[in-house]
């Protein structure tokens, strides 16, 4: 098993830019997040979606658009990058409500100049 | 106000030693995971507690829900256990973050 797949690992973006995060997991989990993680801060909560068809918004949604047309995507758009959405951001799926565990992607470090 | 609190936020210890991280937080919660990022920046749920101790090789967490609390224990630390570790509340449908605990094990 691949577990959660993010693509791509670095992009470097200009102000007004768009892009989608792609985050693609075969553990037929119900749940899946996305979330950033400025430097020296916690981890925040972007989206999330308890199954296909289904997403809702977390702490930090302004600035994206997220679609789960399948259990195993869960893709993040951002359509009009500024700085202030320089981040790392990590996808995480899991079963049921998270009580049965996380597994995160290996991430992306985006820049926006 | 943040909902969880992470102590201490920097550790360094020596090879071998014992080391304890502490998790306070202040909402009711369903689950609280210990998670561990890689100087790579790659994570990793290490334990899913909601009551009780668990143990995994040389870690250990507990829980405390009466006291809103959770510590997650080290024994003979190694320098391949230098990494962030995080601690994370479930509560409700809300997810809730603590900013980390940077531990560095010097060989």
């Known amino acids: 098993n691949a577990g959660v797949t993010q693509t791509p690992k670095f992009r470097i973006l200009k102000i007004g830019q768009s892009m989608t995060l792609q985050c693609t997991q075969d553990?037929?989990?119900?749940?899946m997040y996305w979330y950033r993680q400025d430097p020296g801060m916690g981890l925040k909560l972007i989206y999330y979606s308890v199954g296909a068809g289904i997403t809702d918004k977390g702490e930090v949604p302004n600035g994206y658009n997220v679609s789960r047309s399948t259990t195993e995507d869960f893709p993040l758009r951002l359509e009009l990058a500024a700085p202030s959405q320089t981040s790392v951001y990590f996808c995480?799926?899991?079963?049921?409500?998270?009580?049965?565990?996380?597994?995160f992607g290996s991430g992306t470090r985006l820049t926006v100049v | 106000k943040n909902e969880v609190e992470q102590s201490p936020q920097n550790l360094t210890a020596q090879e071998g030693e014992f080391i304890t991280i502490n998790c306070s937080y202040s909402v009711g919660i369903s689950a609280l995971h210990w998670l561990q990022q890689h100087p790579g920046g790659g994570i990793v749920s290490l334990f899913m507690l909601s009551s009780g101790k668990k143990k995994h090789g040389r870690l250990i967490a507990t829980i405390n829900i009466q006291e809103k609390h959770s510590s997650l224990h080290i024994t003979a630390s190694h320098p391949r256990d230098s990494a962030v570790y995080i601690c994370a509340l479930l509560s409700g449908n809300q997810f809730y973050f603590g900013t980390g605990t940077s531990l560095t094990v010097i060989p």
């Open positions: 553990m037929n989990h119900n749940y």
């Open positions: 995480a799926s899991s079963s049921a409500t998270a009580n049965y565990g996380y597994t």
